[in-house]
């Protein structure tokens, strides 16, 4: 089973783009692609970007299913 990626998740449930993250974070959106398909991951401080964004508490995005 393929690993199921929260910060994809939770763009999916509040109907963002990875286009529309990478430009509220000022990033390459490659960078995000690469987030959503557990390539890499971001730091401490850009997650909890991530998560005032999406408007959710960062224990959302590191929840594993």
């Known amino acids: 089973m393929e690993d199921l990626n929260q910060i994809k998740m939770m763009l999916v449930?509040?109907?963002?783009?990875?286009?529309?993250?990478s430009?509220?974070?000022?990033?390459?959106?490659?960078?995000?692609?690469?987030?959503c398909t557990n390539t890499t991951q971001p730091d401490l401080h850009t997650l909890k970007k991530i998560a005032d964004l999406l408007e959710?508490?960062?224990?959302?995005?590191?929840?594993?299913?």
Not at 13 to 21: E, G, H, S, V
């Open 13 to 21: 449930k509040k109907k963002r783009t990875n286009k529309w993250l």
């Open 23 to 35: 430009e509220q974070l000022d990033v390459n959106p490659t960078t995000v692609s690469k987030w």
């Open 56 to 65: 959710v508490n960062v224990r959302d995005l590191l929840a594993v299913e």
